[in-house]
């Protein structure tokens, strides 16, 4: 036994960031960014916090699952950085929904929320859980340096939700690592104990991008062909897919490599940049918020990050 998606969410903050407006910020422009990464707007946190984004997202999931957080076994937050080093971040979702379940962190960057689900599919398939609640969700204008124009006109904040119950919409999932840190890589800051002996850099998001480009490409359609054939069906036999939004040029080399119409491919990047584990998640709300998938379509899920992480998977819809 597995698990079938039951309800989705997303929330993203208020405040809409232009290109125009970072181009008063930073040495960029509206067409750089634009004809460069797809990306024409970003949401930014300034009056939310990370919780109340997760808990937005998350009544929205448990609302359109017909789910109350009573009925909740499990919570799985995928995220880079929650409020807190600790307590964890689904512990704080856990004490704000006032539910009483286990919860716990993955950290696996902007695969987070495949890795959340591979996870979450353990737990199902051990009959350990009936209902499990799944938030992927970054807060990266934390961790971006706003003087850098090669990493902050990329990114912005939010993330989804989804509630998990019984059922067999998951076809298959793959997650992979290949430990690396010299390629993307946020520092803690400053270590304040007076015995540490190591220098300190700036808790800032560290990339090389054309690596980052490379690795993505080639795991994106990697992973993308690698979950159809695992789920048994064929790249024709696809529906739909949701692929990482980091930089619609990775997304539309991925759909010049695939024999999957390219209108079958979920684009949000231009409206919510790269959203890092919350990007799959929000381009799952948004679909289902569309009306896009049908009972019975598969939806490929494909997403790869700092790690570096990869996660891949293919879901059947089995919702009216
Ligand atoms: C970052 C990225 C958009 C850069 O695109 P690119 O086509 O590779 O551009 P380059 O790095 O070659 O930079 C080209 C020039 O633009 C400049 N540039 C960089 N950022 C700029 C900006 N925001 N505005 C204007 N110019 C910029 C660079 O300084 C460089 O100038 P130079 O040639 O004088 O040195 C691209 O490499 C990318 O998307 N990488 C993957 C990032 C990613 O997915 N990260 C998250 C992973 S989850």
Redesign the pocket.
């Known amino acids: 036994m597995s698990f079938s998606i039951l309800g989705t969410g997303k929330a993203v903050p208020e405040y809409v960031l232009t290109n125009d407006e970072l181009s008063t910020m930073?040495?960029?422009?509206d067409e750089?960014?634009s004809t460069?990464?797809g990306i024409k707007r970003r949401h930014i946190c300034k009056s939310e916090t990370i919780t109340e984004l997760c808990i937005k997202a998350s009544n929205e999931a448990m609302q359109n699952a017909g789910v109350s957080a009573k009925d909740l076994d499990l919570i799985i937050c995928a995220t880079l950085r929650g409020e807190y080093i600790t307590p964890s971040q689904a512990c704080v979702i856990q004490k704000e929904l006032g539910a009483t379940c286990p919860a716990f962190d993955i950290n696996a960057?902007?695969s987070g929320f495949i890795y959340a689900l591979d996870v979450a599919d353990g737990f199902f398939a051990r009959g350990r859980v009936k209902k499990v609640l799944v938030i992927a969700l970054d807060n990266l204008s934390n961790i971006v340096d706003w003087k850098d124009?090669?990493t902050c006109?990329?990114f912005g904040d939010g993330g989804g939700a989804a509630v998990l119950g019984e059922g067999d919409g998951l076809k298959y999932v793959e997650i992979t690592a290949k430990g690396d840190t010299s390629v993307?890589q946020c520092p803690h800051g400053e270590n304040t104990s007076p015995f540490y002996e190591h220098p300190s850099k700036p808790p800032y998001l560290y990339?090389n991008?054309?690596e980052?480009?490379k690795f993505?490409v080639v795991s994106m359609v990697r992973g993308i062909r690698n979950a159809i054939r695992k789920a048994g069906l064929t790249e024709e036999e696809i529906d739909w897919v949701i692929p990482?939004q980091?930089?619609i040029?990775?997304i539309e080399t991925a759909v010049s490599k695939l024999k999957i119409p390219s209108e079958r491919f979920i684009r949000t990047i231009s409206e919510y940049g790269?959203t890092?584990g919350g990007s799959c998640a929000i381009a799952l709300a948004d679909s289902v918020e569309k009306g896009l998938f049908k009972k019975g379509d598969n939806i490929v899920f494909c997403a790869?990050?700092?790690g570096l992480t990869t996660g891949s998977c293919v879901i059947t819809w089995d919702k009216d």
């Open positions: 930073v040495e960029t422009s750089w960014i460069r990464t960057a902007c124009r090669n006109v990329l993307l990339m991008g054309p980052v480009y993505a990482h980091a930089n040029r990775i790269n890092s790869f990050g700092a």
